[in-house]
């Protein structure tokens, strides 16, 4: 039920429904996704699949795209990072390492449901940092006003869907996410969604 209430508020049809690892603790949700296929693709050739320590993704992020960097321009805790990283990650010789690995998923949007618009407000807070987001409400809410104040206030979307997909109802689209630069953590968020998705742990098999 959860699944396909909000895989009927997606606006992506091909949107994957995947449990992923939110900042505070796990939380079901929907990810709309856009993959980076030449860099899925490079890892699938090379047998390289989700860079999931912090370490590495924060050394990564030290480095351009594709360029040689001289090695003696790094200091020996980002070096030894960088060399133990997975193989693809990086190319390196005596003297320059490049940077090969990027984000490999653009997360779009996260949408939760919840029977009580304090539990989603939560849940698609978590998400914040990371990727627009909004909330489906699957039972009636006594103050739904005050639902879509705060929600207008925090930019989470926010539906009702009581009776069924066709019942959905927008109440509030969600806000557009705008991220001022990559951090390492918006880096492993796309990073676990990969991780799920390679594992298969789909919420609709549940």
């Given at each position: 039920?959860?699944?396909?209430?909000?895989?009927?508020?997606?606006?992506?049809?091909?949107?994957?429904?995947?449990?992923?690892?939110?900042?505070?603790?796990?939380?079901?949700?929907?990810?709309?996704?856009?993959?980076?296929?030449?860099?899925?693709?490079?890892?699938?050739?090379?047998?390289?699949?989700?860079?999931?320590?912090?370490?590495?993704?924060?050394?990564?992020?030290?480095?351009?795209?594709?360029?040689?960097?001289?090695?003696?321009?790094?200091?020996?805790?980002?070096?030894?990072?960088?060399?133990?990283?997975?193989?693809?990650?990086?190319?390196?010789?005596?003297?320059?390492?490049?940077?090969r690995a990027v984000s490999?998923?653009?997360?779009?949007?996260?949408?939760v449901c919840a029977a009580?618009?304090?539990?989603?407000?939560?849940q698609a807070g978590q998400?914040?940092?990371?990727?627009?987001?909004?909330?489906?409400?699957?039972?009636?809410?006594?103050?739904?006003?005050?639902?879509?104040?705060?929600?207008?206030?925090?930019?989470?979307?926010?539906?009702?869907?009581?009776?069924?997909?066709?019942?959905?109802?927008?109440?509030?689209?969600?806000?557009?996410?705008?991220?001022?630069?990559?951090?390492?953590?918006?880096?492993?968020?796309?990073?676990?969604?990969?991780?799920?998705?390679?594992?298969?742990?789909?919420?609709?098999?549940?």
């Amino acid at each position: 039920m959860t699944v396909d209430v909000l895989r009927a508020a997606s606006a992506n049809d091909s949107a994957a429904a995947w449990r992923v690892s939110a900042p505070a603790r796990r939380t079901r949700a929907v990810l709309e996704m856009d993959p980076v296929l030449d860099e899925i693709e490079r890892r699938a050739a090379i047998g390289l699949g989700a860079i999931l320590n912090k370490a590495v993704l924060e050394a990564l992020l030290t480095l351009p795209v594709d360029l040689p960097v001289p090695i003696q321009a790094l200091d020996r805790r980002t070096i030894r990072t960088l060399t133990a990283a997975p193989a693809g990650c990086i190319d390196y010789t005596n003297d320059v390492v490049v940077r090969r690995a990027v984000s490999p998923i653009r997360v779009l949007r996260a949408g939760v449901c919840a029977a009580r618009w304090s539990d989603g407000l939560s849940q698609a807070g978590q998400f914040a940092s990371y990727c627009s987001r909004y909330a489906v409400l699957t039972s009636d809410t006594a103050d739904l006003d005050h639902a879509v104040m705060e929600a207008r206030y925090y930019g989470i979307g926010l539906a009702t869907m009581i009776d069924g997909p066709e019942s959905l109802r927008w109440l509030i689209h969600p806000a557009p996410f705008r991220p001022t630069r990559e951090t390492v953590a918006s880096w492993h968020f796309a990073e676990s969604a990969l991780d799920a998705m390679s594992h298969s742990v789909d919420l609709a098999s549940e």
